[in-house]
């Protein structure tokens, strides 16, 4: 239970911020326009994440698979900046 709690803490806050950014960046317009919005929907996003945690089977599976995740949403973060769609 404590493996599957704390993946949804650390990794699952790496998640929420990678796809709260990835939307936020992805929308129409300046991304600084969506910041107030980005700031509000990260909190459900991440209580959403730490919910769902629980559905993994233990917690090396919920800390992998969030890991694995959180990590290509940042990819996705870094390739879309690499690639000078955001600015």
Excluded: D
């Amino acid at each position: 239970m404590w493996g599957r709690a704390t993946a949804g803490i650390v990794p699952g806050f790496l998640l929420s911020a990678a796809l709260v950014g990835l939307v936020s960046w992805c929308l129409p317009g300046p991304w600084e326009s969506t910041l107030v919005a980005g700031m509000l929907a990260f909190f459900p996003v991440w209580m959403g994440a730490i919910a769902l945690a629980f559905a993994f089977r233990n917690g090396k599976r919920a800390w992998t698979i969030y890991g694995a995740l959180a990590a290509l949403g940042f990819a996705g973060l870094w390739l879309l900046r690499h690639l000078q769609w955001v600015q």
